[in-house]
């Protein structure tokens, strides 16, 4: 071979110029790359075509469903599905697989289901959007909307009706409201209620000014809905409900998720509907009749109260039976059995008793009876070795203590321990990251690149899930590691000076 065509040869003649240009182009190539993943576009056009085939995920990271200790997906029926979902088919090969639901999820989705439930509910939501589409169909409406409540703050203040100051009495808009946006139909309903006489009067305008037969049509419907007492009662009581749910509504959502608060929040939002329900009817009614008079609506006599008496119980029996349905009681039992094991505050929810409990309920198949015995005097060691070590009382989640067990060696000393720990974390509180993530492949994998291969399919989601991550990457690192893979004929680093 011809030593001076040699690849090192040829490497080592390249100018300090050309490295620069070299790192300089492939720096561009990177930071495209970046940002063109980012806004999920295609890198190469729309054929991204690879040899890869899309396997089964569990064979090719060869992982057994009997192994399986935890499910959870929003509330499709043919995902949760007790008799033909997906739920059933893991749990006809691992019983073990405890199901549960996406608590964020769980909440909207029985909110949700109530409206679907009750009729006039059910036609309630259905009216919010055309409300929506009538009200705010244009940058043009929007603005007469915000005008109209412009003039009707200040009516209010000369009328010393509002309390005034900082923050308070700001000019908003409608919100849209979303089946799969959280607390978004609360948002509505409070937006409503405040910019009431705003819609009232923008729907005039729309009836009297509409460009089309359409628009003044859709205008005078909406205009004889909302004023109707129907209309105004069902509004005043989907927004108490919403009301009393919308904290564990955002408690459920929180990425760091403290189960046991939320299992008592869902007891206490269970109590205060039911609370409701005996005792709410009399202010209810007081706050939708002084509503109807402030803006002129005709109240109907008391025959029609006895028609809305019935939507009242059963919206709110409707909504019981769901939080009822959604939050079984052996699930919530064992996720509050699983803070037990919370390290937060020196492990103040530590109980003997409670974590014995979650191993020989939930997974007694995971440990053998002579195992389950010895289980509570590790335990009992497990106690006193808290005490005295102060690193372990710094722990804040049930992973962070998993992965101290791990790298004090101390899961050698309570292996049981260790191993409930484990169990513990493969049950899922929220599903809603996953949940994102699958909201992102519509955005990343579109009907013009389903071509795209597996690696390059997952490296995408990896790069516009965690942006945030990403981010903190320079692209100078990036280039030095890739560089330091193996020989390369373009030089991208500059030589070391010879000594």
């Known amino acids: 071979m011809n030593q001076n065509q040699h690849i090192e040869k040829v490497i080592e003649k390249q100018s300090c110029q050309q490295i620069e240009n070299n790192r300089l182009r492939l720096k561009v190539s990177c930071d495209a790359i970046k940002w063109l993943t980012f806004q999920t576009c295609a890198l190469r056009g729309h054929d991204e075509s690879s040899n890869s085939k899309n396997r089964d995920v569990?064979?090719?990271?060869?992982?057994?469903?009997?192994?399986?200790?935890?499910?959870?997906?929003?509330?499709?029926?043919?995902?949760?599905?007790?008799?033909?979902?997906?739920?059933?088919?893991?749990?006809?090969?691992?019983?073990?697989?405890?199901?549960?639901?996406?608590?964020?999820?769980?909440?909207?989705l029985a909110l949700v289901a109530t409206s679907r439930e009750?009729?006039?509910?059910?036609?309630?939501?259905?009216?919010?959007?055309?409300?929506?589409?009538?009200?705010?169909?244009?940058s043009k409406r929007h603005d007469q909307l915000q005008a109209g409540q412009i003039v009707e703050v200040e009516k209010l203040i000369a009328n010393h009706e509002p309390k005034t100051g900082k923050g308070l009495n700001k000019v908003g808009t409608i919100k849209r409201a979303s089946d799969t946006r959280w607390s978004s139909h609360l948002s509505f309903v409070r937006s409503l209620v405040i910019m009431f006489e705003a819609t009232y009067l923008v729907l005039k305008i729309i009836i009297a000014e509409g460009a089309t037969y359409s628009q003044r049509g859709d205008a005078d419907y909406v205009y004889n809905v909302i004023t109707s007492f129907e209309f105004v009662f069902i509004l005043h009581l989907m927004k108490e409900i919403l009301e009393i749910t919308d904290d564990l509504c955002q408690a459920l959502q929180r990425k760091s998720q403290d189960v046991l608060n939320a299992m008592c929040l869902v007891s206490t939002t269970k109590m205060l509907i039911q609370k409701m329900r005996e005792s709410g009817w009399d202010s209810l009614l007081e706050s939708v009749k002084l509503f109807c008079k402030k803006h002129e609506i005709d109240i109907p006599n008391m025959n029609a109260h006895y028609n809305s008496v019935d939507v009242f119980i059963a919206t709110i029996d409707s909504q019981l039976q769901e939080l009822n349905v959604r939050f079984k009681e052996d699930m919530m039992e064992s996720l509050i059995l699983n803070s037990s094991l919370d390290p937060r505050d020196g492990f103040r929810s530590f109980r003997i008793d409670d974590v014995f409990s979650l191993a020989n309920k939930f997974y007694s198949k995971d440990f053998s009876e002579q195992e389950k015995l010895h289980l509570r005097y590790q335990l009992e060691h497990f106690e006193l070795d808290i005490q005295h070590d102060?690193?372990?009382?710094?722990?804040?989640?049930?992973?962070?203590?998993?992965?101290?067990?791990?790298?004090?060696?101390?899961?050698?000393?309570?292996?049981?321990?260790?191993?409930?720990?484990?169990?513990?974390?493969?049950?899922?509180?929220?599903?809603?990251?996953?949940?994102r993530a699958f909201s992102a492949m519509s955005l990343v994998k579109t009907?013009?690149?389903?071509?795209?291969?597996h690696d390059f399919l997952a490296n995408s989601f990896i790069i516009y899930i965690e942006k945030e991550i990403v981010d903190t990457?320079?692209?100078?690192?990036?280039?030095d590691e890739f560089y330091a893979m193996k020989e390369r004929r373009v030089q991208l680093k500059m030589p070391r000076p010879k000594s």
Not at 119 to 127: A, C, E, L, M, W
Not at 402 to 409: G, I, M, N
Request: with cysteine; charged share 15%.
């Open 473 to 479: 990457f320079s692209i100078d690192s990036i280039i």
């Open 390 to 435: 102060s690193e372990m009382q710094k722990l804040s989640t049930i992973s962070e203590l998993c992965q101290y067990l791990v790298k004090s060696r101390k899961s050698t000393i309570y292996p049981l321990i260790n191993r409930l720990v484990r169990l513990v974390l493969t049950l899922l509180v929220s599903t809603a990251t996953t949940e």
């Open 447 to 453: 009907k013009l690149r389903n071509n795209m291969g």
């Open 58 to 108: 569990l064979a090719r990271h060869n992982l057994s469903i009997k192994n399986i200790r935890g499910q959870g997906y929003d509330g499709a029926s043919n995902m949760r599905g007790e008799w033909s979902g997906l739920l059933a088919l893991f749990l006809s090969e691992c019983p073990y697989a405890y199901y549960i639901h996406c608590f964020p999820h769980r909440l909207h």
């Open 118 to 138: 009750v009729i006039s509910g059910h036609q309630f939501f259905s009216k919010l959007t055309l409300i929506t589409n009538v009200v705010s169909s244009s």
